[in-house]
Antibody, heavy 119, light 107 residues
Framework: QITLKESGPTLVKPTQTLTLTCTFS??????????VGWIRQPPGKALEWLAL???????RYSPSLKSRLTITKDTSKNQVVLTMANMDPVDTATYYC???????????WGQGTLVTVSS | DIQMTQSPSSLSASVGDRVTITCRAS??????LHWYQQKPGKAPTLLIY???SLQSGVPSRFSGSGSGTDFTLTISSLQPEDFATYYC?????????FGQGTKVEIK
């Protein structure tokens, strides 16, 4: 059974760096082909893909946010960490981590964590 | 980035109605198109992948079709639990992109 859960601060100030952790179970990031992605959703708005890391440490980023994002993995802890620098109020959103299936659809999602950016 | 456009943005329907939602890509994406359902306060759930494959556990009243740039999600007989927002997503190229969503409301 695959599960994922996001954790991190609920409130960050403008210009700060956000660090979110995705803790997962039911699969291993040492297995060929496996990855973990991050997707966010501002309140009342659509989904936006952010980043993805694969078992071989290949990393993909949203071009529009690439300069601000870093994704890493800790296979010993079954965790993936996303950092986003220079946070702005427009980055207020629910942040989800998710497991990509064979054709890069997302078949398992965490519950999401709402991050508010405000001074 | 590939732009995904859904129509309509919202619709009102009754239980038992047949509902069709359309997703159009700004360029050909072959069959790399997936559909999700999202209920308020919840994470999205996968309904259909690669245009027409039904995700395990999803009721058979949901179906998907299309290829290239034009895709359709159909709910054959709308049930009370189907009132939600639906999103399409392409995975043909990075970054994966989502449509703006279609909210299905009770008539």
């Amino acid at each position: 059974q695959i599960t994922l859960k996001e954790s991190g601060p609920t409130l960050v100030k403008p210009t700060q760096t956000l660090t979110l952790t995705c803790t997962f179970s039911g699969f291993s990031l040492t297995t060929n082909g496996v990855g973990v992605g991050w997707i966010r959703q501002p309140p009342g708005k659509a989904l936006e893909w952010l980043a993805l890391i694969y078992w071989d440490d290949d990393k993909r980023y949203s071009p529009s946010l690439k300069s601000r994002l870093t994704i890493t993995k800790d296979t010993s802890k079954n965790q993936v960490v996303l950092t986003m620098a220079n946070m702005d109020p427009v980055d207020t959103a629910t942040y989800y981590c998710a497991h990509p299936g064979g054709f890069a659809y997302y078949d398992y999602w965490g519950q999401g964590t709402l991050v508010t950016v405000s001074s | 980035d590939i732009q995904m456009t859904q129509s309509p943005s919202s619709l009102s329907a009754s239980v038992g109605d047949r509902v069709t939602i359309t997703c159009r890509a700004s360029q050909s994406i072959s069959s790399y198109l997936h559909w999700y359902q999202q209920k308020p306060g919840k994470a999205p759930t996968l309904l259909i992948y690669v245009a027409s494959s039904l995700q395990s556990g999803v009721p058979s009243r949901f179906s998907g079709s299309g290829s290239g740039t034009d895709f359709t999600l159909t709910i054959s007989s709308l049930q009370p639990e189907d009132f939600a927002t639906y999103y399409c997503q392409q995975s043909y190229s990075t970054p994966p992109t989502f449509g703006q969503g279609t909210k299905v409301e009770i008539k």
